[in-house]
């Protein structure tokens, strides 16, 4: 057992750190004021092989491993508080990887290499108007037509519509095929028969969310990723691992907040003494720590396994790594809010402000504690199955 990171992870991890400094920080306010990324920064995200990084080189990419991966989503996570850049950053890394081993060798080639160049967009389209936590009763629906299909129905709260729209993409989506089981398909946002609709989020103002309506939108065969008919279940891949992701930029985001708190406590007095000094500020900082560091830790470990075991394959490494990942994904997110909120507190007056900025990180991961890449409970149910046995799944 090896509990730290090689020499070339760690030069790379420092890496990124620096791009986050000198990068993402100086720009995350302007990010969240605009509403969008700039192009200079994706383009310099793309010139440290940071978007899409999984890729492998022939279609664009580093073919970088999940740890890497995972390292660089917790960088870009500190760098860009707000969140959006790592929504950015994790959507293309957790299915552009899954294109990469699903998709036909046409539509690799034609879509990733645009993706890694920052050039396209590409993100994942399963949720509808109707809920997006039961997929199984999803309505969009998708049938065989001529040398392609034909898609009807509704997308909601899809992340990335306008960039897709803007830079050229689409999104792997989702749909009950007539024929039996789920298909999956990347559907370009441009093709005929699509339209989009922005909604006004919260936080991560930097990429957008909205809605993707397709009246019998026509999709060729060679967007169809994995087996036909087995599309929920190669979704689920993909959701295992950008979940991974979402946990790395989580618990960057709450090193931040906690560095940004501890520098804070360590010359803000009060009653003669820094804040620091009194154990009822001190022992919340040591717990926050704590639970900061254990999840990161079991975090890189999902990553290890995702690079170690090909998911799907053996029953037992699939348990042990949607375990793993749903724990990561339950506690990532509510431990970086609550440093933040906690920070926050200690700032007092300021904290509250947009100047001091930790509002940024508060509305950001507020994302992924309703539902963004599956709510927390679902993370309970993935480890309630795991855990107990399929029985205890507590519906139908
Ligand atoms: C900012 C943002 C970006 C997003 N980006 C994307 C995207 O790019 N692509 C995409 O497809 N979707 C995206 N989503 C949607 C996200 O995947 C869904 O929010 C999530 O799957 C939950 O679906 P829902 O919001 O419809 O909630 P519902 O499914 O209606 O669930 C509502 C609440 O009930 C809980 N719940 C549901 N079932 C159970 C149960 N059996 N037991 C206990 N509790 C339960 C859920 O955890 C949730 O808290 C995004 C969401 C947000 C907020």
Redesign the pocket.
């Known amino acids: 057992m090896e509990f730290r990171l090689s020499d070339e992870e760690e030069a790379f991890q420092s890496a990124v750190r620096k791009f986050g400094d000198k990068v993402l920080r100086p720009n995350e306010k302007k990010i969240d004021a605009e509403g969008r990324i700039p192009d200079e920064v994706l383009r310099a995200m793309a010139d440290l092989g940071l978007l899409a990084m999984p890729v492998p080189s022939e279609y664009g990419g580093i073919g970088a491993s999940a740890v890497l991966t995972e390292l660089a989503a917790e960088e870009v996570g500190r760098g860009d508080f707000s969140m959006a850049t790592a ?1 950015f950053f994790l ?1 293309e890394a957790g299915w552009g990887r899954l294109l990469a081993i699903h998709g036909t060798e046409e539509a690799k080639r034609e879509i990733l290499p645009p993706v890694c160049r920052g050039e396209a967009f590409l ?13 199984a009763r999803m309505r969009t629906a998708s049938r065989k037509d001529g040398d392609g299909f034909r898609l009807t129905g509704e ?6 519509v306008e960039e897709a729209k803007r830079l050229g993409g689409g ?1 792997l989506t ?1 749909s009950r095929a007539a024929e039996g089981g789920f298909r999956f398909t990347y559907v370009p946002t441009r093709s005929e028969g699509i339209s989009t609709q922005r909604f006004e ?1 919260a ?2 103002m930097g990429i957008s ?1 909205g809605a993707l309506s397709y009246q019998d939108a026509r999709v060729p065969a060679k967007y169809l990723v994995g087996a036909d008919g087995r599309g929920l279940e190669i979704a689920t891949e993909g959701f295992t691992v950008a979940r991974t992701f979402v946990a790395a930029a989580c618990i960057g985001a709450a090193e931040r907040a906690l560095e940004t708190g501890m520098a804070y406590i360590r010359e803000r007095s009060a009653f003669g003494q820094p804040l620091g000094k009194f154990e009822g500020i001190q022992f919340e900082l040591v717990d926050l720590w704590t639970q900061v560091e254990a999840v990161k830790w079991q975090c890189r470990r999902a990553a290890w396994l995702l690079d170690t075991y090909p998911l799907r394959e053996d029953p037992t490494h699939r348990s042990e790594i949607a375990r793993t990942v749903a724990s990561v994904k339950l506690q990532a997110p509510q431990i970086a809010f609550e440093c933040v909120k906690r920070v926050m507190m200690w700032f007092g007056a300021a904290g509250y402000t947009k100047d001091v900025g930790l509002e940024l990180g508060f509305r950001g991961i507020m ?2 504690l ?9 993370m ?2 993935i480890l309630g199955r795991e855990l107990l046995g399929k029985e205890f799944v ?2 139908k």
């Open positions: 929504v959507l993100g994942i389209a399963t949720t509808e108007p109707s809920g997006g936590s039961d997929l997308k909601a709260f899809v992340s990335g999104h989702l989020n936080g991560r969310t994302s992924y309703v539902g963004a890449e599956g709510g927390l409970n679902i309970r149910i507590p519906y």
